[in-house]
Structures are given as C-alpha cells and as structure tokens.
Nanobody, 116 residues
C-alpha cells in the first residue's frame, strides 16, 4: 500500500493550492480519508476528514482553523483524494500528510506547503 501526496509549493497569502493524494494497493473510497499537517516545532494537527460511506452520505469535517477555506474530496475513478486550500495564510505553512483508514491506517510521505 502506498499513498503519495503532491501539489505542495510556495505561495503568497491569499492564494490557493490543491493537494493530491494518490493511493495504490487500496480502494480509496472504502477508507476514511484525512489530511493532517505538521508545522516546524509544532505537534501534528488534524486538518480535514471524509468518511468512506456511499457518496450520498459521505460526511466531511474540518478543523476550525481551516473551515470555510479548505475542501476535502475524493475522485473514486482515479483513486485519489484532494485537499483544496483557498485563501491560504502564513499559519498554514506545514508539511501536509494524507491518511487512509479502515482496519489499518496508512500514511503518505507528506508534501510541503509554504505560505509567505
């Protein structure tokens, strides 16, 4: 099983980025997916999550710090997950990791997002 994030980079405050997480070895839609981040010198912070229920009932949730700015989604056909980040702030600077959870939790290697 492998999760690979991409889409990070250096942006200015107010700009947007879309992070991607491609999964191999698992069917993403059958797993709960989440994004977490870790800023330098800080603890890991949960950012957003989406359940593995059928799409009609799939529920997304967000940390208060990103609510209204970030959107988590999945593309089942591509077996990919996304985190759309709008109106980025300097405090969003961190390494972002995606995770897929069912009976086992899988993690990607992370992608750096720098807002400066």
């Amino acid at each position: 099983v492998q999760l690979v994030e991409s889409g990070g980079g250096l942006v200015q405050p107010g700009e947007s980025l879309r992070l991607s997480c491609v999964a191999s070895g698992i069917t993403f839609s059958r797993h709960d997916m989440s994004w977490v981040r870790q800023a330098p010198g800080k603890e890991v912070e949960w950012v957003a999550g989406i359940t593995s229920l059928p799409s009609l009932f799939r529920a997304a949730s967000y940390a208060d710090s990103v609510k209204g700015r970030f959107t988590i989604s999945q593309d089942n056909a591509k077996n990919k997950g996304y985190l759309l980040m709008n109106n980025l702030k300097t405090e969003d600077t961190a390494v972002y990791y995606c995770s897929a959870i069912r009976s086992v939790q899988y993690w990607g290697q992370g992608t750096q997002v720098t807002v400066s």
